[in-house]
């Protein structure tokens, strides 16, 4: 099945700066990628994903890339907030895995303000 | 928000007893994925359900079983708690069929096993 890995595990930055996550995932076939933010007790929530035939993809402060050929996506923040402050998630679906989702182990990321 | 609900919210039960998880999917969603999130974890994919037929299984034994219901509503049992059991409980919802890829998670079932 498909392996995907994330890191940092933890991740603190000042307001304003930047913030990449990055993961890695082991199914070539794997064709969706998409990035959920989940705040202290609840559900993940969709920020952004992308698509196997696109190498990059922006909203507003959030971007992410994928590199196909080393099998690698990132999430990129621009301007953090402290509302920015979450646990970060990404995950591969592959047609392989029966379009089955499987994700990263997260990212705790810090805003100071 | 999205359309996606579970019940109960949350449970405690002993070990050696039997849950039952429920989760409705968003309208017009005929796929319901399950996953297991332990507290400082990602979601581990349980199992998934298309059309009330079981349509792949990730790395859990037997004692999780699911069902999914003509309206694609689903449910998770498990029998024979263990403590590694507790965990919070997701369920998400997608259409294949359609262009967008998109699953939509409910709020969870936090369950608690002593």
């Known amino acids: 099945g498909e392996n995907v890995e994330q890191h940092p595990s933890t991740l603190s930055v000042q307001e304003g700066d930047s913030a990449v996550i990055k993961c890695t995932y082991s199914?070539?076939?794997?064709?969706?990628f998409p990035w959920y933010k989940q705040e202290l007790g609840k559900r993940p929530q969709l920020i952004i994903d992308?698509?196997?035939?696109?190498g990059e993809k922006k909203d507003q402060r959030i971007a992410v890339t994928l590199n196909k050929t080393a099998k690698h996506f990132s999430l990129h923040i621009t301007e953090t907030q402290p509302e920015d402050s979450a646990v970060y998630f990404c995950?591969?679906?592959?047609?392989?895995?029966?379009?089955?989702?499987?994700f990263g182990t997260g990212t705790s990321l810090t805003v100071i303000p | 928000e999205t359309g996606v609900t579970q019940s109960p919210t949350h449970l405690i039960k002993t070990r050696g007893q039997q849950v039952t998880l429920r989760c409705s999917s968003q309208?017009?969603?005929?796929?319901v994925s399950w996953y297991q999130q332990a507290l400082g974890q990602g979601p581990q994919f349980i199992f998934q359900?298309?059309?009330?037929?079981?349509?792949g299984r990730g790395n859990f034994p037997p004692r999780f079983s699911g069902l999914q219901f003509p309206n694609y509503s689903s449910e998770l049992n498990v029998n024979a708690l263990e403590l590694d059991d507790s965990a919070l409980y997701l369920c998400?919802?997608?259409?294949?069929?359609?262009?967008?890829?998109?699953?939509?998670f409910g709020p969870g079932t936090r369950l608690t096993v002593l």
């Open positions: 998400a919802s997608s259409s294949p069929g359609r262009a967008t890829n998109e699953q939509f």
């Open positions: 199914d070539s076939a794997s064709n969706y």
């Open positions: 992308i698509r196997s035939n696109v």
């Open positions: 995950a591969a679906r592959g047609l392989n895995t029966g379009n089955q989702f499987y």
């Open positions: 309208s017009g969603h005929n796929t």
């Open positions: 359900y298309y059309r009330e037929e079981e349509n």
